[in-house]
């Protein structure tokens, strides 16, 4: 990326930062780009940004979008080390009507001190979550199909809510049947057995 102390502030390249991310930048995004805080300050102040947490930041003219409050949320909570999870993702996948209630992000177990936000539910993961496990969608690092549906059933999910997951992912290719009863089988009974019944329920 960009050296601040060589660079002039570009504010057309910081926007294009924030295009993949629903309009949101960090602080450190907007360094990279040669905007310093001072020159964050003053767009807050003249309304060319708007503040969304602290050291994250909206472009006031970008689109809005339904989604856009988990991007600032991920955004807030550190994007090299979180990823957006559980029902969440499951609404970011499409796998679910169910509207979430708040916004889940996984951290590392050693990320589990991170900054609380109001309406974040923070789970932890040992170690770092594999990359087969791992997907984008908006811009966003969030967990993939097979692996949110494990995790939401860990998490106490309905089964019924569980089998339209599954149902869905299965029937749009999003997920294999064999995979996804390998990552359950490390799980409890109670999770194994509510996803076998999924599949059961889905395929012939």
């Known amino acids: 990326m ?3 102390n060589q660079l002039q502030p570009d504010i057309a390249d910081l926007f294009q930062v924030a295009v993949g991310q629903q309009g949101y930048f960090t602080s450190d995004q907007a360094h990279e780009s040669g905007v310093s805080n001072n020159l964050i300050k003053h767009h807050v102040r003249s309304g060319k940004f708007i503040r969304a947490y602290r050291g994250v930041y909206r472009f006031r003219d970008y689109p809005p979008s ?6 600032a ?3 807030a909570v550190g994007k090299d080390h979180a990823v957006v999870s559980h029902e969440s993702a499951l609404e970011l996948l499409d796998l679910t009507d169910i509207i979430p209630y ?8 050693s990320g589990r001190y991170a900054r609380r936000i109001p309406g974040v539910t ?3 993961t040992t170690g770092e979550i ?7 969608v908006d811009g966003l690092k969030i967990t993939s ?3 949110t549906i494990v995790d939401v059933a860990v998490a106490g999910q309905s089964p019924e809510h569980v089998e339209i997951a599954v149902a869905q992912a299965l029937d749009r290719g999003m997920i294999s049947a064999r995979d996804l009863r390998r990552a359950a089988c490390i799980k409890s009974e109670r999770v194994r057995c ?8 889905t395929t012939p």
Do not use: Y
């Not at 339904?66 to 991007?71: D, G, I, L, Q, T």
């Not at 594999?130 to 984008?136: H, Y």
């Open 122 to 124: 923070l789970h932890t």
């Open 194 to 201: 509510m996803i076998v019944r999924a599949i059961e329920m």
């Open 145 to 147: 199909a097979t692996r």
């Open 66 to 71: 339904p989604r856009e409050h988990v991007a």
């Open 130 to 136: 594999a990359p087969q496990d791992l997907q984008t």
């Open 2 to 4: 960009h050296d601040t």
């Open 73 to 75: 949320a991920w955004l």
């Open 102 to 109: 708040g916004i889940h992000i996984t951290v590392p177990r």
